[in-house]
C-alpha cells in the first residue's frame, strides 16, 4: 500500500515510465516509417536508373522521371482530373452499394442460421462466379453505360462484404452471449451491445476487401465500352503507343487504392479502439 511520504517517488516512477514508453513509441513509428519510405526510394529509383543504363527498354518501361512528366502533363490539361473524376464515381457508388445493402443482410443471416442455412448453396454458387466472368452478361442486359458499370463493382464487393459479415457474426465468443443473456439482455439488445461490436472488426476487414475489389474491377470495366476514366485513359493511351501517359493512368490508380486503404484503415482502429487492437 502506498503511503503518503512514497507518493511523490510513485508518481515520479508512472512519469519516467510514461516518458519511456512515448519515446519508444516515437522510436518505432520513425522506424517504420524510414523502411517504408526506403522501400520505395529503392523501387523509384531502379525504375529510373534501369531504363537509363539500358537495363530495360525504355521504350516499354520509361524513366520515372519520364511518367512524372507525362502525369503532370495530363493534369494540367485537366485529362487526369476527368479520368479520375468518373472513375471514382463508379468506383465509390457500387461500393456504397454493397455497404449498405450486403451489410445489413449479412448481419440478418448471421443472426438468423436457418436463413443462412437456406441461403448458403446460392451464395456460394453466387461468390465463386468471378466478377470480370460477367461484365458482358452485365453489359448486355445494362448497356455499356454507367449502370453496368456500377452493378459490375457492386457485385464484385458484395461478397467479401456479405461473408466477412456473416462469419464475423457468428464467430462471437459463445460464453460473451451466455453472460449477456444471463444479465436479461433481450434480443435487439443482445444483437447491439454483444453481437455487432465483436463482429466490427471483422465486418472492416470485408470492407478493405471490398475497396481494394471496387478499384481492380473499375479497370476492367472501364476497359469496355467506356468513353472516360482511369481505365479508359490506361487502354487509349497503350493502344497509341502513348506509354507514359499509360504508366501515369496505372500509378494513378495505384496512389487512389494507396489512399483509399488508408482512410478505411483509419476508421477501423477508431471504431475498434475499444478492443486494444494492434495493427501492423
Known amino acids: 500500500m502506498t503511503t503518503y511520504a512514497q507518493a511523490p517517488t510513485v508518481l515520479a516512477e508512472r512519469e519516467t515510465h510514461y516518458v519511456e514508453a512515448s519515446r519508444f513509441s516515437l522510436k518505432?513509428?520513425?522506424?517504420?516509417?524510414?523502411?517504408?519510405?526506403?522501400?520505395?526510394?529503392?523501387?523509384?529509383?531502379?525504375?529510373?536508373?534501369?531504363?537509363?543504363?539500358?537495363?530495360?527498354?525504355?521504350?516499354?518501361?520509361?524513366?520515372?522521371?519520364?511518367?512524372?512528366?507525362?502525369?503532370?502533363?495530363?493534369?494540367?490539361?485537366?485529362?487526369?482530373?476527368?479520368?479520375?473524376?468518373?472513375?471514382?464515381?463508379?468506383?465509390?457508388?457500387?461500393?456504397?452499394?454493397?455497404?449498405?445493402?450486403?451489410?445489413?443482410?449479412?448481419?440478418?443471416?448471421?443472426?438468423?442460421?436457418?436463413?443462412?442455412?437456406?441461403?448458403?448453396?446460392?451464395?456460394?454458387l453466387c461468390r465463386n462466379t468471378a466478377a470480370l466472368a460477367l461484365i458482358p452478361v452485365f453489359i448486355l442486359t445494362l448497356g455499356i453505360g454507367q449502370v453496368s458499370k456500377i452493378s459490375v463493382i457492386l457485385y464484385a464487393c458484395a461478397?467479401?462484404?456479405?461473408?466477412?459479415?456473416?462469419?464475423?457474426?457468428?464467430?462471437?465468443?459463445?460464453?460473451?452471449?451466455?453472460?449477456?443473456?444471463?444479465?436479461?439482455?433481450?434480443?435487439?439488445?443482445?444483437?447491439?451491445?454483444?453481437?455487432?461490436?465483436?463482429?466490427?472488426p471483422t465486418i472492416f476487414t470485408g470492407i478493405r476487401l471490398a475497396g481494394a475489389t471496387s478499384i481492380l474491377v473499375l479497370l476492367a470495366a472501364e476497359l469496355q465500352g467506356a468513353t472516360n476514366g482511369l481505365?479508359?485513359?490506361?487502354?487509349?493511351?497503350?493502344?497509341?503507343?502513348?506509354?507514359?501517359?499509360?504508366?501515369?493512368?496505372?500509378l494513378t490508380i495505384s496512389l487512389i487504392g494507396l489512399s483509399f486503404n488508408m482512410i478505411l484503415v483509419r476508421?477501423?482502429?477508431?471504431f475498434s479502439k475499444w478492443r486494444g487492437l494492434t495493427y501492423a
Open 28 to 124: 518505432s513509428a520513425l522506424a517504420s516509417t524510414f523502411r517504408n519510405t526506403a522501400v520505395l526510394v529503392v523501387f523509384f529509383g531502379l525504375w529510373q536508373i534501369l531504363p537509363k543504363l539500358g537495363v530495360i527498354n525504355a521504350t516499354f518501361v520509361p524513366p520515372f522521371s519520364t511518367v512524372v512528366a507525362a502525369w503532370w502533363g495530363l493534369l494540367r490539361n485537366g485529362e487526369l482530373l476527368s479520368a479520375v473524376g468518373a472513375s471514382l464515381e463508379r468506383s465509390m457508388t457500387g461500393f456504397g452499394l454493397a455497404l449498405v445493402i450486403f451489410i445489413p443482410l449479412g448481419l440478418l443471416i448471421g443472426w438468423y442460421r436457418k436463413l443462412g442455412v437456406f441461403l448458403n448453396p446460392l451464395l456460394e
Open 159 to 200: 461478397w467479401p462484404v456479405l461473408l466477412n459479415t456473416i462469419s464475423g457474426v457468428r464467430s462471437v465468443d459463445p460464453l460473451l452471449v451466455k453472460s449477456a443473456r444471463s444479465m436479461g439482455l433481450k434480443p435487439l439488445r443482445l444483437f447491439q451491445k454483444v453481437f455487432l461490436p465483436a463482429a466490427l
Open 231 to 250: 481505365g479508359f485513359l490506361i487502354n487509349v493511351s497503350e493502344t497509341n503507343f502513348q506509354i507514359p501517359q499509360m504508366y501515369a493512368g496505372i
Open 267 to 270: 476508421l477501423e482502429r477508431h
